[in-house]
């Protein structure tokens, strides 16, 4: 904890004596926490017999992307010369799990314009958003229903967690060119760049374009290469898929309708290339025999999101479709379920007073089939929502109700799927505050 404070101080101290309106070192700050009064989740009873449920009652802390549950804190720096054509930037987390300081959104790195804006080199651990999907939760801290989809199941970003390399190159106003290389590396490896052929470091790069139409909106497109690498692949009863976090080897298109006034829609797709036997077998992950024409071809992905606001109305829309998903494994063919996600969030605004918002999301994913037999996995949720958000100087503080409705469907069916359905019942009470400083 002293050695966290020492580094908060030096941090504070340089953003004291060196920030600038020109160049020089910034630091800014950002964070989340959360605290739930109570939560409700089906859940099954071990004390009892086999298929016997319970509804666990407890409380809660912590929006769930923070993985432990707890409040996610954080700073960031960055700098400068006074020209802008130089610099670097850093985000920290000072209370991550084990009360470690780690980095935060995966940005380290440093940062070059050679030639002005036209070139933009970056180096090290960083996200970029230039061409990211435009369109993301617009009350994500109330998790409702399955709402699985966002910003990067439109477009995904550029995105380094190991050691990358990020070239933006803009020839001319309405034109951006991205490459990143040496993020996309064997799943779960850790061989170092300079290890690795110059064919490697390629095939596994992300390649994206991005063109402005003036008055219209923003068209873009993008190749992510990768390896799946050891245990890249889950094997279970009539599905195979890729098991990296970050899905490879696929296109991916997206169009930016910024034409109507007060609406930003945002339309994308990704269409993944088949995996052939090879990739499957060199995961390490299966052991069985597999023929040479065997595969998996992930699922297409549609997706869509829009806002629209007139006065104090507002209204926000996200749904996502996975469809055509098949495999061949030592000879046997399987099919994924069409999956389908709607979310719905009409809002008010109450001026100085806040926001409320309610929330309606729709799931169902479709039964699949494995060697010509129907798996009965299939089902369908419903999630309800309703929250007040409210602006509070440099942040924002939100209390509601979420909860998430089991409907039916083959998966929740019967006796032996009894336990499935109780555990997707969840009801909570979240009380959330955001700051950015």
């Not at 960031?76 to 980095?103: E, K, M, R, T």
């Not at 699985?148 to 995904?156: L, P, R, V, Y």
């Not at 299939?378 to 958000?389: E, F, N, T, V």
């Amino acid at each position: 904890m002293k050695k966290i404070l020492v580094v908060l101080l030096i941090l504070a101290t340089a953003g004291g004596l060196f920030a600038q309106d020109e160049g020089g070192i910034k630091i800014g700050a950002w964070g989340r926490a959360g605290w739930a009064p109570l939560v409700i989740q089906g859940n099954q009873d071990v004390e009892g017999d086999p298929g016997d449920t319970k509804n666990y009652v407890g409380v809660g802390s912590g929006p769930g992307w923070t993985e432990d549950y707890q409040a996610q804190v954080g700073f960031s720096v960055s700098g400068s010369d006074a020209s802008g054509v130089i610099g670097f930037n850093v985000a920290i987390i000072p209370n991550a799990p084990g009360g470690y300081l780690a980095i935060n959104d995966n940005t380290a790195n440093a940062w070059i314009k050679p030639f002005g804006d036209i070139l933009t080199l970056t180096g090290g651990l960083y996200r970029v958003d230039d061409l990211r999907g435009k369109i993301g939760g617009a009350n994500e801290n109330f998790i409702v229903g399955s709402k699985t989809g966002g910003e990067d199941t439109i477009f995904t970003r550029f995105e380094s967690d190991l050691f990358g390399f990020h070239l933006k190159l803009v020839p001319i106003e309405a034109l951006q060119i991205h490459v990143s290389l040496g993020e996309n590396m064997p799943y779960g490896g850790d061989v170092p760049q300079d290890k690795n052929a110059v064919g490697d470091i390629l095939s596994t790069g992300q390649y994206g374009i991005g063109y402005t139409i003036d008055g219209i909106g923003f068209a873009r497109a993008q190749f992510i290469g990768g390896k799946y690498g050891k245990d890249g692949f889950e094997f279970g009863t009539g599905y195979v898929v890729p098991n990296a976090v970050k899905a490879y080897n696929q296109f991916q298109l997206a169009f930016n309708v910024t034409a109507v006034e007060g609406l930003n829609l945002d339309i994308g797709a990704t269409i993944p290339l088949k995996i052939t036997a090879k990739e499957i077998e060199d995961t390490g992950t299966y052991y069985g025999t597999l023929g040479k024409d065997d595969y998996v071809q992930a699922p297409i992905v549609i997706a869509a999101g829009a806002n629209y606001t007139a006065a104090d109305l507002g209204v926000y829309f996200y749904a996502d479709a996975e469809i055509g998903g098949k495999s061949e494994i030592s000879g046997v063919e399987a099919e994924s379920g069409v999956k389908i996600d709607v979310t719905v969030e009409p809002s008010y605004s109450l001026g100085d007073i806040g926001k409320v918002i309610a929330d309606i999301s729709f799931g169902f994913v479709g039964n699949s089939k494995a060697g010509g037999t129907e798996v009965k996995n299939g089902h369908m949720d419903l999630g309800l929502g309703a929250s007040y958000h409210k602006s509070v100087g440099g942040g924002n503080f939100s209390i509601g109700l979420a909860t998430t409705i089991p409907l039916g469907g083959d998966g929740y069916d019967g006796d032996l799927n009894k336990v499935a359905k109780a555990q997707a019942f969840k009801l909570a009470v979240p009380i959330i505050w955001t700051y950015s400083l």
